[in-house]
């Protein structure tokens, strides 16, 4: 995998598998790397990159030995 | 059980609750009414910090589903008729929260920029699955072109 999408990747991990304040924290981390992606790309909308990250994401996660728990979130 | 500032305090959650019955005998009656707006206004914005409490923790709840049963595992089409349901409501409930609390009156930044990161993650796991505007297919073209191998 390119290693600047699989930055992207991990840091949008840290965002979806945080909470709250904590989300807030990492969230301008993976913002920043899209920036930097859009530096290169000009005439790519950052809402696509964006959602492409994150579908990227998702096959990453697809992949992944180790799992958010299956069980129902507590009422 | 006490008192705050003349009020009886009948809850445990420290909000006073007006009392009905004036207890100065020797202040005109709607003086003291007026009195109490403070501590209503007390009271209600202690009631949004509550009900807002109890949104996040719904839609984290909502959050969590996602990342478990739709993101690391492969949802049954039910399961995804299901998630797309959930993610609207919230959404939806979400933006209608953001527009009650972000209020200069309210003066509430901090529950908002809480709700505004939940609404932001919602919105992506919503996008992840259910944004037709954009399918697999074209992401991974992007992809493609943006990063090669």
Known sequence: ?75 | MGTVRGLRVISENRVPLVQTQIRDPNKPQMEQWFELIPEIQAQARDSIKRQMEEWFSWMDRISDVHRSSCVFREPTLGQLAEHKIGLEFAIEYGRLINTLIDDPGLDEPDLVSRLQVRIRQLQDAYDTFHDTTFSDAQAEEVLKQVFPE
């Open chain 1, 1 to 75: 995998m390119n290693r600047e999408l699989e930055a992207l990747i991990l840091a949008y991990e840290k965002v979806s598998a945080s909470k709250d304040k904590e989300a807030e924290h990492y969230r301008p981390a993976f913002e920043s790397l899209l920036d930097k992606v859009m530096e290169r790309q000009p005439n790519l909308s950052r809402d696509i990159l964006r959602k492409s990250v994150i579908k990227a994401h998702r096959k990453w996660a697809l992949k992944q030995d180790t799992k958010p728990p299956a069980i129902p979130p507590t009422a």
